[in-house]
């Protein structure tokens, strides 16, 4: 695949200088002013306000078995009951904010630590950069599946275990990733001007390389969201990610399949939940792409 | 290339034997045993009775000495016996193993077939009717869990048509119709994602190829736009698409278990996770070196076949 | 719609009707992982062994003792029995069953060869030794009188007869010799067992059909699935399930109870101060557990109220309405005021650990937090893997422990655990109680040496109540199988004591 | 204009579809190319030079540009052609090489294919002919061993060979006008010299006309038979390359040509230079969109200068109005 | 103190090929294979040659950016090439491994003002960076030599709080250019500095170029493929052919004499902005040959018009033509 060589030129959200002043403001590059990135950040942001806000608004309490098993839509349940009486709505809002929080903290895992070796390999190269990479490549061979599951096992299942799982799972592909694109970056003249004035290696790293492997870590973190949300719900589904009685989609989704039948919405809610977020994501992540790759963005 | 070759199963080689001792030590820091995950509703733990078949399985040798056993089996072409059954591995998978491999196959061949088109006429019709279409097969195909899709196909089929797919392993040879009647869900299932995947992938990369000056000129001989798309296009754009199907390949295989629990299918998948909750470490470590082993090779065979289509790669 | 016939005691379809032959395919819902007759602790390996092995004695659909392999048996005095072989037993093989082979047979069950565990010894009553009086004969003497012996024998999971030499003679994981109507022809890991009749039972009537295979389909949904395409022609159900298929003209569905009964567990260990030292505290877990509540949500309502020794086990439990009236009542007033009396009148938390893959208990769990949460206590859920889970419960590591009982054969089984001179009370999980009272103890060793039932009975009556007031366990409910079947199949029913053995009498019409 | 010309372009307006609209990169651009006339088209970085070919060869995309004007091609108006029509056109009557000679190549097929492709494009020939003719030309274009060399992909030539390979595309169907869009900038000053003689020799033998793009004063003064200087988007002045060269009639023009260090010129003088920067599409200033830069702006310069012709010589300069001599 | 600033003596610098750990390749790029130059205070010395000759390499190694494989480059006396491998030098100034200071004398020039510059950085943190990178100064005083670097060049003080993609590609090289010179350089590789530059825009950095190394008493080494301009910014210019330099002589002289056919190619080669000032051409035929196998002898042979038998046995040395002028060709009289 083409290393995403001069991505670097374009923010994602800019910060624009107005005039010789130090004021500030943000504004929305073009890039995200079309309809598909408008959809995917509405998308998101929906969510995100879902899982801050929702349990003010909806006020049921997601934990409650009270209400009676299994019951359709109705107005005190818009979206029915689960199997022990639990009202759906809520566990959904309440679930919004699990996911989330699995998908960025399991994602942030993985970028951090794929970041940090694919940075380093790239920079210093030779025999640092083989080594990283044949511990990279070990790690990527070990099937990801089994990586959640030892980690599960290891430290019981549970979100925060399923989050570092997924984590370690996707770190390599970060890595790769960031090294491919900071090796790029390491071919810019900006790099070797820096070496020319003394710069350290550290302040190097960190203030031309990685600032410039910023955007397709970005793109790749907002695809990666997505990926680790289903990761969750399917580890959730073989009883290692988030357990009861807290709401995550996934492990309503696995729980809710026994009622496909007798009561598809309670498999139908969280299914659907957890497929409008993920598209959000991937619509904002495939307009970032197309936005912060130049080939995309018309040609000069 | 042949020196290439073997440069590349040697580090192929150094892989694996990290793998092998990563997942050696991994196994072996999880909490439990076979004999504890075998308890079922008795007690377990520690009794004379069971350290005496602890010792009888080897699991009270010192770490090194089981580890280089079963390195030793494995060169020695012996995959040595499942603690929980004692069965021979090489049995386990001689079914397993097909099974599995033929639905990941299966499934990719119809990600292949269908996502690249739908990517081609994607790119091409960039903005149509036809593009919005392939997008949002390409968007929902990566947002839907794979189990929830498997289990939502089989009861649509059980009820509909009275049918589900058999969970018995059919060699193809015997019976191509009934092999390919009884694996087509299961594959379908994990085809979706992969095809979202390529579908994607060829739209992007043929979006960039339509703009690379190779195709202004293509245009400029005069060549019709089938042409172009078709002979100067796309071999290209589907470079990428070697790469990424080989990488996912490795990811099917290893993610198999979830549709294979659901379609009840005695596949390597299912065989893994159930070694892992018996703490069979015979069986898991032997699974996933096999599951690394395909990784890295199919990731070999990609860069080989990548550098056979592209001529610009040269193997050194 | 098919109908649903119940009875507490066990269900089952009409009379098996229509001609011997055919073909049956069940569905298990684990892998049976190898076909051993003895040690073999997982209920799925007994699942595919129970058609080929048989034991000396069996019970009936009562639940009454009765000859099996043995014609017949008796008992000079309180620690000799002497069992007389039936004629016309034989192996699979042909060989007729000997002497000799009730020997071999019972000094394997004593101690169960690799890859069976030495699990059940507490279950193992006192035998000093096994002869072979003649070919036809065996006598077995006792250190001591032991009430536990026939039951043991009847309960074929661990007591099973094969010939003599067996285990050197053939692989036992995937080979199999025994007495029963089927033969075993092969068995796939995670695929399936198959089997044919065994056309030379004793029991001339048995088995109605030709063949048989037990598929081993661990997901819900893709059993269900198949059930209703026809693939399989049985299998067990969630209570939810079965509403599903109620309404489905081709199957029926079987209700009934086994033993499976689930409580809660404690630990009571020196120098923890974990609050169940105070046995008020246990006494106010007990009493805050709305059990009818917890019935209805996890189990659609198809549950009874347990209490040591599950319902439906003979004789032996307690009635209903004592437990629900008194031992067992929801009464979170008492429960508030146990605890504000041992201390804790503003609660405590404590984590709760539970199998993540047995979901009727992760379900419990999350009841059973909400119920306690009412007296103050607050429970932190902790699902982990079964194999940890047991790590933990067999060394005694955790604070509170949601698990289930099976099957025991004999009711002292079920009151072992109370019982300070065994290793388990001793070292793992109570050996730091000292408000338990003795009687209780006394009490469980002289059940087990009483052998005239009727003086065993008071007894254990007494035990239960002692039992359930020391509130060493916290036995909460013992659910009802459901088993969906095709309406093929007729004669088959949901035996109390678990697995299938109505298989063996079920027949077929073709389909 | 004479007889024999070709090429008549008029009133050229090409626009891009960008996040702001409509932004206008080509503003009524006038050529003439006559047969087997060589037209260079010189201007700096951005000032649409490409954007006129492409237009000319009809290679915009429909969707992301909009072309207005009149193409006129031998009496065919090109502008009005449907795109099935256009794919006749390219590489028959009007073919196209492009500045950038790795990135022009199909870099999976092989280079005899390519040109082959484009002699059964617009034949009736069969491969094996095709085939003959691709090894020919590459002998026409000196690609030494040209047999072997057709077998061989893109990236085992070296830069100037695949230019001739463009080159050698570019003739498959003689065609009777050759664009060639920055051919040589990719290379260095001794190929450069080998491609432009080569462009020369065969523009005689096979009587094209050509024009050629290119942002080097030098390429122009030894190639051209007449000259059009892009400023901003229009064409500034055209004319003989003498007249143009020798007399500038444009200050932009004058100014390019002073600021170029010519061999034997040394540092103790300082070079002419053109202040400010070039303005960008989007920007243009209202009037003459070289006023901010000029030494001789004055009033009337606020105001868009037409082409003042004197005989073929034009240039758009309000210097050049004969109406207005008193204004100088 | 030496007339001399910065000598090379074979000065070799060999990239090698491919290899990973487990294939150690044998082949070598050769861009620089035994390089004799010595570099006078205060002139600019030209470089010119066919891309991929080795100009930008020896740029390199001159301000030991890149590790020589072979020679030595002083300068001011001090011998560059030995001095440790690990980097620049520190970087925080403490002159530790003896390399602070000269770190801060040397600076390269690149040719590519858009991959030169930071994307994310602001022009002052940009100009900024060799001082802070070298603790010279503190923030407050770093501010305003930065500040005085801008306008020295031609740019506003407000340049300081915009981002590079904000100029056009001439303001932009002045970026560069104020960067180099802020850490106080006295030598300065420009490599093909105005490449990339529109016409109009070339003669203002030039001019800029010619006036800095004026006020502030630089000395030059200037690397560009275009004759004329080199000839126009140089005391002396060295011709560079496959790693080798086949001719150095002063400007003038380089140019209206050249002593190397292939300097005399390069010359006739090079276009004039003049209608009929078309000059006879020494036609070159062929392409540059592979540096990774260079010919023998003369490595100029195969495309040389003059070459004989001797040129394919013998290398001919770098020998004096008068007055400084030297070439390396066996038939350097009869160019
Ligand atoms: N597809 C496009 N979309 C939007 N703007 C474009 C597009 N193609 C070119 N432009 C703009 O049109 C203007 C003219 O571009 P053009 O390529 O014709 O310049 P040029 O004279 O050929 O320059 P150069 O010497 O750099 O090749 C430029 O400002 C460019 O940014
Ligand atoms: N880091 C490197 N690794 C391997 N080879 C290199 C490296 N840098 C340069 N080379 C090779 O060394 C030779 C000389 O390169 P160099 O960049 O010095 O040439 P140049 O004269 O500056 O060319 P140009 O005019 O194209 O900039 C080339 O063949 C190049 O491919
Ligand atoms: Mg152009
Ligand atoms: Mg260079």
């Not at chain 5, 003369?298 to 046995?313: D, K, V």
């Amino acid at each position: 695949m083409s290393a995403p060589a001069t991505v670097a030129t374009a923010a994602e959200v800019e910060v624009g200088a107005t005039g010789a002043s130090a004021r500030r403001r943000v504004r929305l590059s073009p890039m995200l002013r079309t309809p598909i990135a408008i959809a995917g950040l509405s998308i998101v942001l929906l969510t995100v306000f879902v899982a801050v806000a929702g349990p003010w608004i909806w006020t049921t309490d997601p934990y409650a078995a009270d209400a009676a098993r299994l019951q359709p839509p109705s107005w005190a349940h818009p979206m029915g009951t689960d199997e022990l009486g639990r009202d759906t709505l809520a566990r959904v809002i309440y679930g919004a904010r699990v996911s989330l929080e699995v998908g960025l903290s399991a994602v942030g895992v993985a970028a951090l630590l794929g970041s940090l070796i694919g940075l380093v390999a790239a920079f210093y190269g030779r025999w640092v950069d083989t080594a990283l990479m044949r511990f990279v490549d070990v790690l990527f061979a070990l099937p990801a599946l089994v990586l959640a599951i030892v980690v599960a096992g290891l430290l019981g299942p549970s979100r925060t275990n399923a989050m570092l799982a997924i984590g370690i799972a996707y770190a390599p592909a970060f890595a790769r990733v960031v090294r491919s694109a900071a090796l790029s970056v390491m071919t810019q003249p900006y790099i070797e001007a820096a070496r020319a004035l003394g710069t350290s290696s550290a302040t190097t790293i960190r203030r031309h390389l990685l600032p410039n492997v910023m955007a397709p870590l970005v793109v790749m973190a907002s695809t990666y969201l997505g990926t680790a949300i289903l990761a969750e719900a399917s580890l959730s589904f073989l009883g290692l990610g988030t357990q009861p009685p807290q709401p995550s989609w996934g492990g309503m989704l696995s729980s809710a399949r026994t009622y496909m039948l007798v009561s598809p919405w309670v498999a139908i809610f969280p299914g659907l939940a957890i497929m409008v977020v993920v598209l959000g994501v991937n619509l904002l992540g495939d307009a970032l792409r197309d936005g912060l790759d130049p080939k995309l963005r018309g040609r000069r | 290339m042949a020196r290439y070759l073997a440069s590349r199963v040697a580090q192929l080689g150094l892989t694996l034997l990290g793998v092998s001792v990563v997942i050696f030590l991994l196994v072996r820091l999880l909490p439990g045993d076979v004999l504890d995950a075998s308890s079922g509703d008795t007690v377990a733990g520690s009794s004379e009775g069971r350290d005496a078949l602890r010792e009888a399985l080897g699991l009270a040798d010192p770490l090194p000495v089981q580890y280089f056993d079963w390195i030793k089996g494995l060169v020695t072409g012996d995959l040595g016996v499942s603690l929980r059954s004692g069965e021979p591995l090489a049995n386990l998978l001689s079914t397993a193993l097909p099974m599995t491999l033929e639905i990941v196959l299966l499934g990719v061949a119809i990600a292949l077939l269908v996502g690249i088109p739908l990517g081609v006429l994607s790119a091409v019709r960039s903005g149509r009717a036809i593009d919005y279409v392939g997008r949002a097969i390409g968007m929902i195909g990566v947002s839907l869990p794979s189990f929830w899709l498997a289990t939502l196909m089989l009861l649509v089929t059980s009820s509909a048509f009275g049918w589900v797919p058999s969970s018995t392993y059919i060699s193809p040879f015997e019976d191509p119709l009934g092999n390919l009647a009884a694996l087509i869900l299961p594959a379908l299932c994990i085809s979706v994602y992969m095809l979202a995947l390529v579908m994607r992938m060829v739209r992007a990369t043929m979006l960039e190829v339509l703009g690379e000056d190779y195709v202004r000129t293509a245009r400029a001989k005069g060549a019709a736009p089938r042409t172009v798309v078709v002979r100067h296009a796309l071999r290209n754009a589907l470079l990428p698409v070697i790469t990424v199907s080989a990488f996912e390949v490795g990811v099917l295989l290893a993610s198999t278990a979830l549709i294979e629990v659901v379609f009840g299918l005695p596949g390597l998948g299912n065989l893994l996770v159930q070694g892992i909750f018996n703490r069979d470490y015979a069986v898991i470590q032997t699974v996933t070196l096999l599951l690394a082993a395909t990784f890295v090779l199919m990731n070999l065979i990609a860069d080989v076949l990548y550098a056979l289509v592209d001529p610009r790669v040269e193997l050194r | 719609g098919g109908g649903e016939s119940t009875s507490r005691a066990g269900s089952s379809q009409a009379a098996a009707t229509g001609e011997r032959g055919g073909e049956i395919t069940w569905g298990l819902a684990a892998d049976p992982v190898f076909m051993v007759p003895f040690g073999a602790t997982l209920g799925a390996t007994r699942e595919a062994t129970e058609p080929i092995y048989e034991s000396l004695l069996t019970w009936d659909r009562d639940l009454r003792i009765v000859p099996a392999l043995a014609a017949s048996y008796s008992s000079p005095d309180d620690t000799t029995y002497e069992f007389v072989l039936r004629d016309g037993a034989r192996f699979h093989d042909g060989r007729p069953v000997r002497a000799s082979d009730v020997v071999y047979s019972i000094g394997l069950q004593r101690r169960p060869p690799p890859p069976g565990t030495p699990d059940m010894a507490v279950h193992v009553p006192a035998i000093k030794d096994v002869v072979a009086v003649d070919e036809r004969t065996v006598r077995i003497s006792m250190d001591g009188p032991d009430a536990r012996l026939p039951g043991f024998l009847a309960w074929g999971r661990h007591s099973s007869i094969v010939p003599e030499g067996m285990y050197d003679d053939i692989d036992p994981r995937t080979e199999a010799n025994g007495t029963g109507p089927f033969r075993l022809v092969g068995y796939k890991q995670n695929d399936r067992v198959t089997f044919e009749a065994n056309r030379d039972y004793w029991q001339s009537s048995m088995p109605g059909v030709d063949r048989m295979t037990l598929r081993v389909m661990t997901d819900e949904q893709g059993r269900l699935a198949a059930l209703r395409a026809g693939d399989i022609d049985g299998c067990s159900v969630s209570p939810d399930l079965s509403e599903v298929l109620a309404a489905d003209p081709n199957v029926e569905v079987l209700k009934g109870l086994v033993a499976a009964h689930r409580e809660l567990q404690f630990t009571i260990k020196t120098g923890e101060r974990k609050p169940w030292h105070d046995k008020r505290v246990r006494q106010a877990i007990n009493h805050a557990i709305d059990r009818q509540d917890l019935i209805e949500r996890v189990y659609a309502g198809s549950a009874e109220f347990s209490g040591v020794v599950p319902p439906g086990y003979g004789d032996w439990p307690l009635a209903d309405e004592e437990l629900r009236s008194d031992l067992l009542a929801h009464d979170p007033e008492r429960a508030r005021a146990l605890l504000a009396a041992a201390g804790f009148g503003d609660g405590f938390t404590i984590e709760l650990e539970v199998a993540s893959t047995t979901t009727d208990l992760v379900k419990t769990a999350e009841i059973l937090q909400q119920q306690l949460a009412d007296v103050g206590v607050e429970l932190k859920i902790r699902p982990i893997e079964l194999a940890a889970f047991a790590k933990n419960n067999g060394e005694g590591r955790f604070d509170l422990h949601l698990t289930y009982r099976g099957m025991r054969g004999d009711v002292a089984g079920y009151v072992s655990d109370f019982d300070p001179s065994q290793p388990l009370y001793r070292d793992v999980w109570f050996p730091g109680a000292t408000d338990v009272d003795p009687e209780l103890g006394r009490l469980i060793r002289q059940g087990a040496t009483t052998i005239a039932e009727a003086d065993r009975r008071p007894i254990y009556e007494q035990v239960q109540r002692l039992a359930l007031a020391e509130a060493l366990h916290v036995p909460l409910c013992n659910p009802y199988k459901f088993q969906a079947v095709s309406k093929r199949v007729s004669g088959m029913y949901v035996a109390y004591t678990d697995f299938n053995p109505g298989l063996a009498t079920a027949r077929v019409t073709a389909s | 204009m004479t007889d024999g010309t070709l090429l008549t372009v008029e009133r050229l307006d090409v626009r891009f579809r960008t996040a702001g609209g409509w932004t206008q990169v080509v503003d009524g651009v006038d050529l003439t190319v006559g047969a087997g006339e060589t037209l260079c088209v010189v201007g700096e970085s951005g000032s649409g030079k490409s954007v006129t070919a492409l237009a000319l060869m009809g290679l915009l995309d429909a969707g992301a540009a909009r072309v207005e004007g009149r193409i006129d091609f031998g009496g065919r108006d090109l502008a009005a052609l449907s795109e099935r029509d256009w794919q006749r056109v390219r590489g028959n009557d009007v073919a196209m090489i492009f500045q950038e000679p790795m990135s022009s190549l199909n870099p999976v097929l092989r280079i005899g294919d390519q040109i082959a492709e484009s002699v059964l494009l617009h034949s009736d020939a069969d491969k094996a002919a095709a085939d003959r003719r691709a090894v020919e030309l590459l002998r026409l274009v000196g690609i030494p061993a040209p047999e072997r060399r057709a077998r061989d992909y893109p990236h085992q030539l070296s830069g100037g060979m695949r230019q001739r390979v463009m080159i050698a595309i570019a003739l498959s169907c003689s065609p009777r006008l050759l664009i060639a869009d920055e051919p040589t900038t990719a290379l260095d000053v001794t190929i450069q010299a080998q491609i432009l003689e080569l462009i020369g020799e065969l523009r005689e033998r096979l009587e094209m006309a050509v024009l050629l793009i290119t942002h080097d004063l030098g390429v122009v003064a030894e190639t051209a038979d007449r000259v059009a200087v892009m400023y901003a988007g229009k064409i500034v002045e055209q004319g003989d390359v003498k007249a143009v060269f020798e007399d500038p009639q444009h200050p932009y023009t004058a100014a390019l040509l002073r600021a170029i260090p010519v061999l034997g010129s040394t540092y103790a003088e300082p070079l002419y230079a053109i202040p400010g920067t070039v303005p960008s599409p989007g920007g243009w200033p209202d009037g003459c969109r070289f006023a901010a830069r000029c030494e001789h702006v004055h009033a009337a310069c606020a105001q868009d200068p037409p082409a003042f012709a004197r005989g073929s010589h034009f240039a758009r300069c309000w210097l050049r109005d004969p109406d207005a001599e008193e204004r100088r | 103190m030496s007339d001399v600033l910065v000598r090379a003596r074979d000065l070799r610098v060999h990239f090698p090929l491919g290899g990973g750990v487990l294939s150690r390749s044998s082949a070598q790029v050769r861009a620089v294979d035994g390089v004799e130059l010595e570099i006078r205070r205060g002139e600019t010395l030209g470089l010119v040659g066919e891309s991929g000759c080795g100009k930008s390499t020896l740029g390199r190694a001159l301000v030991r950016l890149v590790r020589p494989t072979g020679g030595s480059v002083e300068f001011d006396g001090t011998d560059v090439a030995r001095l440790p491998r690990r980097g620049r030098g520190r970087g925080d100034g403490s002159g530790r491994d003896g390399r602070g200071a000269l770190a801060r004398e040397m600076q390269i020039v690149f040719q590519d003002p858009v991959g030169s510059l930071n994307p994310r950085m602001k022009v002052g943190a940009i100009v900024a960076e060799g001082l802070a990178s070298n603790r010279i100064g503190t923030r407050a005083s770093r501010r305003e030599l930065v500040v005085e670097m801008l306008e020295r060049v031609g740019l506003g003080s407000d340049a300081v709080d915009r981002y590079p993609h904000e100029f056009s590609g001439g303001q932009r090289q002045r970026i560069v250019i104020a960067r180099a010179l802020a850490v106080g350089a006295r030598f300065v590789v420009a490599d093909e500095p105005v490449s990339a530059l529109d016409v109009s825009v070339q003669s203002q950095v030039l001019n800029l170029f010619v006036r800095l190394k004026r006020e502030l008493d630089l000395t030059y080494v200037f690397v560009a493929h275009d004759l004329a301009v080199v000839g126009y910014v140089s005391d002396r210019i060295a011709v560079m052919y496959l790693g080798k330099i086949v001719e150095l002589g002063p400007a003038q002289a380089l140019i209206s004499a050249p002593r190397h056919p292939y300097t005399r190619a390069l010359l006739s080669a090079v276009p004039q902005a003049r209608v009929g000032a078309r000059r006879e051409r020494t036609a070159l035929t062929g392409d540059v040959p592979n540096p990774i196998d260079p010919p023998s002898g003369c490595r100029f042979r195969t495309r040389c018009p003059m070459a004989a038998a001797i040129c394919a046995e013998q290398e001919p040395p770098l020998r004096t033509h008068g007055d400084g002028h030297l070439a390396a060709c066996h038939f350097a009289e009869a160019v």
